[in-house]
Structure formats: structure tokens, C-alpha cells
T-cell receptor, first 114, second 115 residues
């Protein structure tokens, strides 16, 4: 009964390719997130998505785009992959309405661009 | 503006000795504070959270943290380290910023436990 699940767990691809990472949560949460964790373990929020309201971290390149087919899914699509995109990407979800609730994280997708 | 500072990038302890992972924060409002743990090649798991109730918060695996507003700290402690505690620990602050609720992660503290 995985609460937040991401696929694939590992992704190796060549520069210039387009790839997607899928995320699904079965917690009934309205808010979902994508985070990027770099090689130094630093976690940076990329997007938050709440009731079709998308909040984008302005430092994220527009090659990255979240796509939400429904409330339980928030997929991450990346165009024209670059070497610097190599990282671990985490999806998370949280109950809406207050900042005091914790986020539930997926297991992460390790993306390697070669 | 929000910020989170984890004062140590690495902490090394011997098994059976106390653990102290330090976290200081800044927030314009009443924040919620969390500690997450990340084991190698795993996702993040919530250890404990503070949400304006009791200032001493108990979490899983024997960890606890004390919210000290006067010191703007939320240090994580455990009386006796176990080998399985070796992991990366993240202090997180969440509060209402100008654009709504925002969540900021600290840079992480790697805990090493020696046999």
C-alpha cells in the first residue's frame, strides 16, 4: 500500500532526449510537489500543484513541465535533457489548507543523463 | 523570510552514545517544523513534527526534538545511537509566506554511527 509511488526508480538516458517521470498518490491529497535532490543531497522544490493551481519555482528551466491528468497524479516531463539534470527527483503530496501537515514522499527517481 | 540552517553537515557518534543534530530557523510567522530522515537510496520519511502544541516532540525510533522559540532552534536528539540510525537528516520549516504556505528544507546532516 504505497502512499506515494514514482516510476521509474532509475532512468538513464542520453542528452537531448525527452523523458517523463510518473507520480501517483493514493492518500486523497490535493497538493502535490516535485523536488530535485542534487549530488550534495540538497533538496529544492521545483513545483507545487494544488487544485489545478501550479506554482513554479522561478529557477526551474522551462524544459521541465508538470502534468496532472487528475488529482492523484502529477507527472514530470523533461525536454532536451542536459547533463546537469542528473539528480534524484522526489514526488510528494500533502493535505491542503494548512502548512502544518507533513509531506509524504515517494521513493525517488534517480535520473542519469549521459 | 524563511530559512533553515543545519549547523553540521556531518555528525559522527559511537553506537550507544547520544545524538544531537542541530537546526536553527527563521520565520516571520508561527512555523511548523519537521525532521525527515533519508536512508541511502531511499525516500524521505517523517521522524517528527512540531505544530504549535507541546514544545517537546517525540518521534519514531526514539528520536525527539525541542522547539525553542527564544533560540529559534529545533534540535533533534536521541539518547542512544543505533547503527541503523546512520542516514541523512533534514530539518524542514513550513509557514505562511507572501505567496501562501512555503516549505524550506535544510541542507541536511549526515549521521555516521561507529561500532
Amino acid at each position: 500500500d504505497t502512499a506515494v509511488s514514482q516510476t521509474p526508480k532509475y532512468l538513464v538516458t542520453q542528452m537531448g532526449n525527452d523523458k517523463s517521470i510518473k507520480c501517483e498518490q493514493n492518500l486523497g491529497h490535493d497538493t502535490m510537489y516535485w523536488y530535485k535532490q542534487d549530488s550534495k543531497k540538497f533538496l529544492k522544490i521545483m513545483f507545487s500543484y494544488n487544485n489545478k493551481e501550479l506554482i513554479i519555482n522561478e529557477t526551474v528551466p522551462n524544459r521541465f513541465s508538470p502534468k496532472s491528468p487528475d488529482k492523484a497524479h502529477l507527472n514530470l516531463h523533461i525536454n532536451s535533457l542536459e547533463l546537469g539534470d542528473s539528480a534524484v527527483y522526489f514526488c510528494a503530496s500533502r493535505r491542503p489548507g494548512t502548512g502544518s501537515t507533513e509531506a509524504f514522499f515517494g521513493q525517488g527517481t534517480r535520473l542519469t543523463v549521459v | 523570510a524563511q530559512s533553515v540552517t543545519q549547523l553540521d553537515s556531518h555528525v559522527s557518534v559511537s553506537e550507544g552514545t547520544p545524538v544531537l543534530l542541530r537546526c536553527n530557523y527563521s520565520s516571520s510567522y508561527s512555523p511548523s517544523l519537521f525532521w525527515y530522515v533519508q536512508h541511502p537510496n531511499k525516500g524521505l520519511q517523517l521522524l517528527l513534527k512540531y505544530t504549535s502544541a507541546a514544545t517537546l516532540v517525540k518521534g519514531i525510533n526514539g528520536f525527539e526534538a525541542e522547539f525553542k522559540k527564544s533560540e529559534t532552534s529545533f534540535h533533534l536528539t536521541k539518547p542512544s545511537a543505533h547503527m541503523s540510525d546512520a542516514a541523512e537528516y533534514f530539518c524542514v520549516v513550513s509557514d505562511r509566506g507572501t505567496g501562501g504556505f512555503k516549505t524550506i528544507f535544510g541542507a541536511g546532516t549526515r549521521l555516521f554511527v561507529k561500532a
